[in-house]
């Protein structure tokens, strides 16, 4: 049994496969991996951590002061470019304000003076009248009928020339007809001072300035 075992080890040792370093006569190198870069440990996922990060970093307050320098600085170049109609700086706008068709629809309300932004206003007089005037309470109420009206027939003009303006600027346009109107009717609801972006016709603006680069 022993000299049959000894027999058949030579057997075993021929049928392994020959290693790398028979063939070559060294060993293959490993494949160098490029290092990639590594995320932050905690990036930050809102503002605020942002904020509590950049006062948590080491800086010197000259340095400080620089950085919130140049991030007003960039707002600043940012808005201007948003107020002159770059469309460079359209990605900066919400997804509601993207686009020259929307840009076009709100130089429209802008450019002229309409009964919906003075409606809230309007409103909110009438309110405190009908509690002050109760003797009067009917005729106040047939002034905010009227009122009502005016404000219907104002947002079907201001319509009628978003139609007209718009699609004949952009007849490929893939705009809805409902949501350009939806967007003006909203916009002319809110106050001058509060539209945002920021209004940059006056209502002295003519045709060919709507929509267009401001220089």
């Known amino acids: 049994m022993g000299k049959k ?19 070559k006569g060294k ?9 990639k870069a590594r995320p932050p440990a905690k990036p930050p996922l809102t503002a605020k951590e942002a904020r509590q990060q950049a006062k948590s970093s080491k800086l010197s307050p ?11 600085r960039e707002r600043a170049r940012i808005a201007e470019g948003q107020w002159k109609g770059d469309p460079l700086y359209d990605k900066y706008h919400l997804p509601r304000d993207r686009g020259p068709e929307r840009l076009l629809v ?5 450019s002229r003076r309409t009964v919906a932004q003075y409606f809230f206003a309007f409103t909110m007089v009438l309110l405190l009248a009908t509690n002050i005037f109760l003797n009067a309470v009917g005729i106040l109420m047939l002034v905010w009928v009227a009122m009502m009206a005016g404000l219907v027939l104002d947002s079907y003009f201001l319509c009628r020339k978003v139609r007209k ?13 409902g949501g350009l109107y ?30 267009q680069v401001v220089r």
């Open 165 to 177: 303006l718009v699609w004949k600027r952009f007849p490929n346009t893939k705009q809805r007809k």
């Open 5 to 23: 075992s000894a027999e058949q080890a030579p057997a075993v040792e021929e049928s392994k496969p020959a290693a790398a370093t028979d063939k």
């Open 62 to 72: 000259e340095q400080k002061k620089q950085a919130k320098d140049d991030v007003r």
């Open 182 to 211: 939806w967007y003006a009717i909203q916009r002319s609801i809110m106050f001058r001072s509060m539209r945002t972006p920021k209004p940059r016709m006056s209502y002295k603006a003519t045709e060919d300035d709507l929509g």
């Open 106 to 110: 709100r130089d429209i309300v802008d």
């Open 27 to 35: 060993a293959t190198p490993k494949q160098v991996k490029q290092a």
